[in-house]
């Protein structure tokens, strides 16, 4: 179990110069430099944690969803690509294994009560249709401007306020509510295309 010290955790800054050496750390992560993963530990543990309570309401099994993603981010470095901020994509691990740990747990309790859980959700034809629109809005969310994606990755998968990411990207609460409505707005759009 990788072992964090609360009292010494950093908050992660994000800035230009802070994700280039993100991702010359997470390059010698790679190389097999074990003081650069526990650094990033360090340093992304608060983000992976909070991402996953805010999906899970549970301390511990958030503990745990934040063990897993730096298990799976060592295990799967070499995946890693720096196209987004570091911070969004620890946030983004945390969230799919949320989220898969509460479909597990909701299979359970809809087997047990119901007899089985619904029989058309692992349908072959449904989870390409899934795949398919989660790629759709996916691709929508990289056309949004640089601003907008981290207003949106910022409240949506780290649950930050309006006011931690107006001090965090240095511009007013006003800008980040109206960047959030672009964003949102542009995103609504690809949902109301895909349904017609």
């Known amino acids: 179990m990788i072992q964090v010290n609360d009292g010494e955790r950093g908050k992660p800054l994000r800035n230009e110069r802070n994700e280039r050496n993100e991702a010359e750390r997470m390059a010698r992560v790679?190389?097999?430099?074990?003081?650069?993963?526990?650094a990033l530990v360090e340093a992304y543990w608060p983000v992976a944690r909070?991402?996953?309570?805010?999906?899970?309401?549970?301390?511990?099994?958030?503990?745990?969803?934040?063990?897993?993603?730096?298990?799976?981010?060592?295990?799967?470095?070499?995946?890693?690509?720096?196209?987004?901020?570091?911070?969004?994509?620890?946030?983004?691990?945390?969230?799919?294994?949320?989220?898969?740990?509460?479909?597990?747990?909701?299979?359970?309790?809809?087997?047990?009560?119901?007899?089985?859980?619904?029989?058309?959700?692992?349908?072959?034809?449904?989870?390409?249709?899934?795949?398919?629109?989660?790629?759709?809005?996916?691709?929508?969310v990289e056309r949004l401007p640089e601003g907008q994606r981290r207003m949106l990755a910022a409240y949506a998968i780290e649950g930050a306020s309006y006011r931690q990411i107006a001090e965090e990207l240095g511009v007013t609460v006003a800008q980040v509510k109206a960047g959030l409505h672009r964003a949102r707005r542009a995103l609504r759009r690809v949902k109301e295309e895909w349904e017609r």
């Not at 790679?30 to 526990?38: H, I, K, N, T, W």
């Not at 503990?63 to 890693?80: G, I, K, M, N, S």
């Open 30 to 38: 790679c190389a097999g430099d074990r003081e650069a993963f526990e």
């Open 50 to 140: 909070r991402t996953a309570y805010g999906i899970l309401r549970d301390a511990a099994l958030s503990e745990d969803v934040a063990q897993d993603c730096f298990a799976d981010l060592y295990l799967h470095r070499r995946r890693y690509r720096p196209r987004f901020s570091f911070q969004a994509y620890v946030a983004a691990i945390a969230r799919h294994k949320s989220i898969d740990l509460l479909r597990r747990r909701e299979g359970r309790r809809s087997s047990v009560f119901h007899g089985q859980a619904d029989p058309d959700a692992g349908s072959p034809e449904s989870a390409y249709i899934r795949a398919l629109y989660r790629h759709t809005l996916l691709a929508a």
